[in-house]
């Protein structure tokens, strides 16, 4: 197994030399960036996960006995606020999506590898203001930072924690603008709009969601800053200011991010489902015109989140049907899936049992948005479990489901090496059932009324918790396993050689892992993506 | 200096627009000066983007989104109007 | 394999790049964008202020009165024609004219300076005036609504901190384009330079076009 005798093991490759600290702080390789941000993310991720796990150890009984509930109110903010900006949002597009962007493309770059650089460090000061926070004393308005709570009276570290997420906001803005501009200017000859990959589309939609969306919420964010720090309040109820204002500049921002949070997974889904069904994707331009409609009417529809905050019933009812239409691609798309799936020799591999987790956690998810956006049955279980249950499934269940999966699919492509294929279907299967054993009971508590955010709760609920608690648990494992055999893999893996999916695509025309510029010369392509032929062996 | 011709002509332009939707602003009242005003603030700002920031050579990319983040603006103020509206 | 650097005209392509009209592209599609995230960081205060603006309506323009029109108009003046001084700097560097470029890349920060000058008087002029309610310094307004005044000058004072703010980093810019003009090493890269930094500056003004129109000209 030694990497000096493996013929497949290329001479030359990004990873080569420059391991020295300049090798990697200051390198412009959109390959090396992508490492240093899935480094980042991974660390944020067990401190988000860490939060979630004392919060379900609180809620293991009945009375708050674990933790106060000021601790309760910092935990929840703390694992809301990490999971969503400093996980979520980067997760796929900072670091497959800068490793492979501009392979899918035939780049040796990002348009701007600088910039791409700078977003890193953008990210990692958002990261130190979001720890001070922690240190400070934490935070407790909960990650939306609603005015007036978070205004005029917490006294928690909301400056601190608010200036993270304001960073980190530059990051994404930075990341999206570079993809944008690369998606459209740096394409291989013959690499037509219609013959990008999925995964180059939901990318491309993800980042102008993050370019035209998250600057209002710098600019809401700031708002609450001068609030804060100069007094110049314009949410202010006692001058006539409106603290709903907050919200809706607020959600403008936060619904889009919703799809910032899943586009990105469908991508990379589709790129394994196609590739593992050994066919291509069903249908897909209605696939591409799923993705780009996901990513418009995402931001014509986040009243659904201010229905019972004193909205008018008339921008209720608005909001409301713009969001069951939204319900229309992301349908589109599941069945497309399906319909690849359908007569195909499915290869049950550990990336493609990620992939069909998340079609149909996914589909749960989606479905249980369609009852939420009821503006009648939103009145019910609003600010209950079930609204907790239902974004679970779409940023778990979905997102870190789809990451993962992305992670095991590219990462020969990314280290050059194979990993336990007994351990990494292990851990898939332990996701998909500990997710489901932790977030299904959460519907039925929400259905039957336990309000979000308590730190205790009535006896009756303590089955359904309990339930949730183990599920947790076995979820965990479901996200160790993966960091143990993955770093295992690293140094003792197998050499996985240039395309051992047999995929097609052009990041798997090369060796792996790549080249500093990807390619010993610029491709021509002259197919369809997913060129895969169903009768071939 | 033929290549300046139209920086001079935008910036006369300009700076009449300018006097007239003050001078606007300071007769009239009401919905009249309002309208003035809005209309010749669009102007301007269609006259720096098309002239001084050449969006009028530019290409068909960029033309779309510029107005797609003029179109975005409109979504966020319209679509929250519309519930303050109707209250 | 060994890496083969890619085929470049002229040593001045950056290496993702092809050729130079792609990296032009590249650059100003890029400016574009960043300038339409621009355009949504304000977005969200122009759209609190147009809210409020419909709702307290009256109040709003009772307040808009209290604002010096005479000084916000020469302001506009002002920041108008170092748009033109801008424009023409980018038209005078792209002809080569080194020394004509340089003053009028000088003459287009002496505006902005004058700008930010005089509308630290108005500040000034606000805060003597009672005006000015930031960090809790006394507002004592003469008109009916005085708490939807309040409003009205925190709006005033987030819009015109925010443009402020915006005209510092545009001032910052221009000085390194000056001494990189005077020093005139790689003239298509400053002609590049000015170019995009010129966009932001225009950007700028249309951004204060918004902010003038808003609060100075909406009045009785």
């Not at chain 1, 013929?7 to 702080?25: F, V």
Request: proline share 5%; charged share 10%; hydrophobic share 55%.
């Amino acid at each position: 197994m030694s990497v000096s005798t493996d013929p497949r093991w290329p001479s030359e490759h990004y990873l080569k030399e420059d391991w020295g600290l300049r090798g990697w702080l200051l390198t412009t390789d959109h390959k090396r960036i992508a490492w240093l941000y899935l480094v980042s993310i991974t660390a944020f991720f067990f401190l988000g996960g860490l939060a979630a796990l004392l919060i379900r150890l609180e809620l293991i009984t009945p009375p708050g006995d674990l933790v106060s509930a000021d601790t309760y109110n910092r935990l929840f903010s703390l694992h809301g606020i990490v999971m969503v900006w400093f996980f979520l949002i980067p997760s796929i597009p900072a670091t497959l999506g800068n490793f492979l962007l501009p392979m899918m493309l035939g780049a040796r770059d990002l348009a701007f590898p600088r910039l791409n650089l700078l977003s890193w460090y953008v990210y990692t000061l958002g990261g130190l203001f979001t720890l001070a926070a922690v240190i400070g004393g934490g935070v407790d308005t909960g990650w939306t930072f609603y005015t007036p709570y978070s205004t005029l009276f917490s006294n928690s570290a909301v400056i601190a924690a608010v200036m993270g997420v304001f960073i980190v906001g530059f990051s994404s803005i930075l990341t999206g603008l570079n993809f944008i501009v690369t998606t459209h200017k740096m394409r291989a000859p013959g690499l037509t709009w219609f013959r990008l990959p999925l995964f180059v589309w939901a990318n491309y939609a993800t980042s102008l969601i993050m370019v035209l969306a998250t600057p209002v919420l710098s600019c809401v964010l700031m708002l609450i800053s001068v609030e804060r720090l100069f007094g110049i309040g314009i949410f202010d109820p006692a001058l006539g200011g409106d603290p709903l204002l907050f919200q809706h500049l607020f959600w403008f921002y936060s619904h889009p991010a919703v799809y910032i949070m899943i586009l990105p997974g469908m991508g990379v889904v589709s790129e394994i489902i196609a590739c593992f069904s050994r066919k291509p994707v069903f249908g897909y331009q209605g696939m591409v015109i799923s993705i780009m409609s996901i990513a418009v009417f995402g931001f014509v529809v986040w009243g659904h989140h201010m229905f019972v905050a004193g909205q008018s019933l008339y921008a209720g009812l608005m909001f409301s049907f713009f969001t069951f239409l939204v319900a229309l691609p992301s349908a589109i798309k599941a069945f497309n899936w399906t319909a690849t799936l359908y007569k195909a020799r499915i290869i049950f591999s550990a990336p493609m049992i990620y992939a069909l987790s998340f079609v149909g956690l996914f589909t749960i998810g989606g479905l249980t948005g369609i009852i939420l956006a009821s503006i009648a049955i939103d009145v019910h279980v609003h600010d209950t479990y079930f609204v907790t249950a239902h974004f679970h499934y779409i940023m778990v269940g979905g997102m870190v489901t789809s990451y993962l999966g992305g992670l095991h699919f590219w990462w020969p492509k990314l280290t050059g090496r194979m990993y336990s294929e007994l351990w990494s279907k292990v851990a898939a299967l332990a996701l998909f059932i500990g997710f489901n054993l932790t977030f299904f009971p959460q519907f039925l508590l929400g259905y039957q009324g336990m309000p979000r955010r308590y730190h205790e709760y009535p006896a009756d609920f303590e089955l359904l918790n309990v339930m949730s608690t183990l599920g947790a648990g076995v979820l965990a494992i479901g996200y160790l396993l993966p960091l143990l055999y993955l770093s295992w893999s690293l140094r003792f893996g197998a050499v996985a050689g240039g395309n051992p999916w047999r995929a097609t695509g052009l990041e798997w025309t090369v060796d792996s892992p790549p080249l500093k510029h990807n390619f010993p010369r610029t491709p021509r392509v002259t197919e369809p993506a997913y060129a895969y032929d169903p009768t071939a062996d | 200096m033929n290549d300046f011709r139209p920086y001079l002509l935008t910036w006369v332009a300009l700076l009449a627009l300018l006097g007239v939707i003050v001078a606007a602003a300071a007769l009239f009242d009401g919905l009249l000066a309002s309208m003035i005003v809005l209309a010749g603030a669009l102007c301007m700002i269609a006259l720096i983007i098309t002239l001084f920031m050449g969006l009028r050579s530019a290409g068909g990319l960029l033309r779309v989104y510029a107005t797609g983040g003029v179109l975005w603006l409109g979504f966020l103020i319209v679509l929250t109007l519309a519930d303050y509206l109707t209250r | 394999m060994p890496t083969t650097p890619p085929p470049t005209e002229s040593g001045r392509v950056a290496d993702q790049f092809d050729d130079i009209d792609q990296q032009r592209e590249a650059n100003l599609f890029g400016m574009w964008l960043f300038l339409a995230t621009e355009l949504l960081l304000f977005g969200g205060v122009f759209a609190g202020f147009v809210v409020f603006r419909v709702i307290h309506g009256e109040a709003f323009a009772e307040a808009a009165g209290h604002l010096d029109l005479a000084l916000g108009t020469l302001n506009t003046a002002l920041l108008l024609t170092s748009g033109l001084t801008m424009a023409l700097a980018e038209q005078l560097v792209n002809a080569a004219r080194r020394r004509a470029a340089l003053a009028m890349l000088l003459a287009t920060l002496a505006l902005g300076a004058a700008f930010l000058a005089i509308k630290a008087y108005e500040w000034h002029h606000e805060y003597m005036e009672r005006l000015m309610p930031v960090l809790g310094l006394p507002f004592e307004y003469p008109g009916k609504h005085p708490q939807q005044a309040e409003l009205f000058f925190n709006f005033y004072f987030a819009l015109t901190g925010l443009h402020a703010f915006h005209m510092l980093v545009g001032l910052c810019i221009l000085g390194v384009l000056a001494i990189l003009t005077w020093r005139w090493r790689d003239p298509p890269r400053i002609a590049r330079q000015v170019q995009i930094s010129g966009l932001y500056w225009a950007f700028v003004d249309v951004l204060w076009v918004v902010v003038f129109t808003l609060l100075y000209l909406l009045r009785l």
